[in-house]
């Protein structure tokens, strides 16, 4: 066996190898419950020596020739990996998650600064999360990741950029006829997306090295701004997103993507984090359409039209509905504005490509689809947990906001007489302002 990765090792430039392999007699299993499949099982223990550098085996023989190897606790192995093997476990880690479509990964302590926790009380108590009850209820664990997972020892924050090929922002919302969703919400639910691709990399992690982990994709309480800001995935601008800058390969930056989170208890070098570029500008304070980012940082949900139109159930109060134009679902204003969102890239994501024209549909055709039909076309899309009332609630207000016409008022009045009373009630309300 040891030939069978001395040949690829040499073709990698290494020099020489010494290395024996032991199978593995309990072959491991993925945390998704899938055995290591089709991969050679077993214990690689020994080194590769190049250019000076001791390599662990391990992690560059899987790296170079796809052969996942598993250290066993006490080994050689085991014990190099505890120490310079976190290093190149850590390179083999970045190297997968670019594999799987992520454009960056940071790896960070797994706790927060005590000012992070304190800017949060301060936000809760001023009562500014709404009616995001859920975010009060879990404050605990968002500032104490052990309540997530006790060992936990480092947070790898991962991010996806999802702006897709899709009809021009500034073109759909200067149309009021045309309704506006929110160019994350185009295509497949991420979460669906972020969670598998999270796994898949989790699972390769564990095929290699004996860990615990657990996945997360804005689906738990998990401050993730904050992790990723403190190992250096982007810093956090006066939106509150985080920001990006990629010199390499291709110049890039922007805050249009997702990101996700691997708990893990192994003690991974951590990245540093990177200063802030917002400097003197205020492009997204100045751009919000209802006054949401109150001051530099500090967002007050209860105005934030991405608040408004998906996660509040009720009545959208009546001085912000003229204020929402033709947004039906979510808002992306502050970062059009946003000047490092010049040169975002683009997503070649097959999951984030526009599901049935809803980068530029009409109003009117929206308000038409029946509960089913709603169902039916945003099956697998974010956009479907609102459910059919909301969406009807938000479009009856872009209806409202929308350039007096015959078709405008025949669609409004087509919907007068709706089961909800939400419904109804807003109905009302851009009948008023159709006439
Ligand atoms: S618009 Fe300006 S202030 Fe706002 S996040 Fe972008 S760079 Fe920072």
Known sequence: MPQGFQYPANQCGLSATQAAFQPDVQPRREQSGQPCAQRQRGCLIGELHACGETVIIGAMSE???GHPVHPAKGTDAQANLDAAGLAALAVAIRRWASELGFSALSIGEAKLSPRAGE???RWLAAGSHGDMDYMMRHALKRTHPAKLMPNVSRVISVRMPYWPDAAPAAEVLGNGALAYVSRYALGRDYHKTMRSRLQKLADRITCAVPADTRVFTDSAPVFETEFAQRSGLGWRGKHTLLIARDPEPKPSSGSCFFIGEIFIDL????????SGHCGRCTACLDACPTGAIIAPYRLDARRCISYLTVEHPGSIPEPLRPLLGNRIYGCDDCQ???????????SAEKDFAVRNGLDSASLVSLFAWSEAEFLQRTAGSPIRRIGHERWLRNIAVALGNAPRSPEHLAALRARAGDTSALVREHVQWALGRQF
């Open 267 to 274: 003690p991974l070098p951590v990245d540093a984090p990177v």
């Open 336 to 346: 059009l504005a946003c000047p490092w969102n010049r040169r975002g890239p683009q």
């Open 119 to 121: 800017e949060l009380r």
């Open 63 to 65: 790296i170079e020739i």
